[in-house]
């Protein structure tokens, strides 16, 4: 009997054990297991940590694959083996080499480990196989952007190509005297002013036309020796000394001589020879036909050599300054046509010609001063009056781009070239002259090669992020 008890309690225990490990000991297990795997929360763009997903997938703007983010990764709690879990299951083949580690808002910043950059933002990092990627489409800044993305950023396109440019340069311009035509009256005697003829600024005169009288004591002092001068001469005609005659011949020549040298005239010297009387007042007279710009001159003001009475200036031809910016300069040259509009004469276009360049450029305008001489007809165009010029350019077949392709930076120019397949390359290029909304194309891009002439801003920024 003692037996059959000792089996039947034997038989009881191993039952209990079998329950207790069947339904308690398994569900322990599990959940153990379970705490052993880190619960994804989300999953990110590596690249652009902002962009978040509760699927794995891949990024709409740049292509990455998307890495998931684990319950207390983004505290830093994960390490050991659940880390190195969630780090291989981040992308697909675990073992891949991580390059470095970058500061997705400032790619500026590596490290060679993983942690915090000093913005705040969690480092990410940057793969092999990422590089590799990028040297085998020909540049490490090229980027492949969806053509939904092109869309979204208004991407649009143009080519290189070799073109005839005939543009023109626009410039603000002003008018001028013509420095050439420009004459100064003086007086070689000293004397007082007489009479007036012309007594206002900007009274119109023809050349000969009388200014005024002087009266000069030197210039009748020379007048009558003149006239002795030839007295003399008479008198010795019957002289059979020739000595004699020649030396009343010397006087005479040496007493016109002075005259001449005081600009009074040949009619002048004649109209004394032949009333054997002196010219009390002796007159100057225009030097040129034009306007009275500057007067100096009064009745009865004493006159000195020095003095500048009247200036003449001839406005049939005038000058035109046009300010033309430094970096167009290179397409100025002389002889070059000009066309000139003035807001006094509507709808009248004046034609002329380059006739100097200046050598300075303004350091403060940053222009250089271009001198273009226009003829006059009507005297329409008046000292000092503003207009607009243009300059005709062209004759020479160069490569030209969009203006809006170049992306300058001041030290360097960059444009981007569609590779294909959603591929675009940065690539440096050295630019010339511009004319109207196109950039000569010195080096760096060829003819026919399909460039980015809008969206090339973003474009820019994502390259140099990646």
Known sequence: MK???ILLLIAAAFVGGYGYGRWYAKPAAVAGSATGSPKVLYWQDPMHPWYKSDKPGTAPDCGMKLVPVYAGAETGAPAGAAAKEASQSAVPGGDRKVLYWVDAMNPSHKSDKPGTAPDGMKLVPVYAEA?????????????????????????EFGTAEYESVTGSIHAAARVTLDETRIAKVQSRLEGWIDQLFVDFTGKQVNKGDALLTI?????????????LAIKAQHTMLDNPLHEMMDST?????????????????DRQIEQVAATSQPLQNLTLYSPISGFVMERNAFAKQRVTP???????ADLSRVWVIADVFEFESANVRLNQPATLTVAS???????GRVSYILPQVDPIARTLKVRIAFDNPGLALKPDMYGEVDLQTGGTRKLVAPLTAVLNSG??????????NGY??????????????????????KAGERIVISGNFLMDSESRLK
Do not use: C
């Not at 004469?345 to 034609?351: A, E, I, L, N, V």
């Not at 030290?411 to 294909?420: A, H, M, N, T, W």
């Not at 675009?424 to 891009?445: C, H, W, Y």
């Open 3 to 5: 037996t059959p008890a």
């Open 345 to 351: 004469q509507p709808g009248r276009t004046f034609h």
């Open 306 to 312: 020095e003095m500048v009475l009247y200036t003449v």
């Open 249 to 265: 011949q010397n006087l005479v020549a040496a007493a016109k001589k002075r005259m001449e040298l005081w600009d009074i005239s």
């Open 411 to 420: 030290q360097q120019q960059r444009v981007f070239v569609d590779k294909g």
């Open 131 to 155: 590089g590799a990627k990028s040297e085998s489409n020909g540049n490490q800044g090229a980027v492949q952007i969806t053509p939904q993305k092109q869309q979204l950023i208004g991407v």
């Open 215 to 227: 009266y000069s004591p030197e210039a009748v002092a020379t007048q009558m020796e003149y006239l």
């Open 424 to 445: 675009f390359e940065p690539r440096d290029v050295k630019t010339g002259a511009q004319m109207d909304n196109r950039v000569e194309i010195l080096s760096g891009l």
